[in-house]
Nanobody, 125 residues
């Protein structure tokens, strides 16, 4: 059974930073691309970042360029999301996700089959 357990969310002031972690069990972590998404009430889940199985390739939407950094430690089965210069618009529940197939990189929502429980990030103005 694949499990993704997130940690690191919380309340931060605008301009501050947070680092989310997601520890994975039940699959060969180093074979799978990983992603971070976020969702606010009444909106669709939004792509934040993806990283390839080796960590050698990453991809971000324009809104996260330069502020968010995804990374992974395959020895620890953990993927991270470093978030800097946070704004109130970044307030959301953040989810990590594992690609449904190994050895590929993409950011379409449909590619990801297993999700973490979600981690609330609240940015105050």
């Amino acid at each position: 059974q694949v499990q993704l357990v997130e940690s690191g969310g919380g309340l931060v002031q605008a301009g501050g930073s947070l680092k989310l972690s997601c520890t994975v069990s039940g699959l060969t972590f180093s074979d799978y691309g990983m992603g971070w998404f976020r969702q606010t009430t009444g909106k669709e889940r939004e792509f934040v970042a993806v990283i390839s199985w080796s960590g050698g390739n990453t991809y971000y939407p324009d809104s996260g360029q330069g502020r968010f950094t995804i990374s992974r430690d395959n020895a620890k089965n953990t993927v991270y999301l470093q978030m800097n210069s946070l704004t109130p618009e970044d307030t959301a529940v953040y989810y990590c996700a594992a690609d449904s197939q190994p050895f590929r990189l993409g950011y379409a929502f449909s590619r990801f089959s297993t999700w973490g429980q979600g981690s609330q990030v609240t940015v105050s103005s």
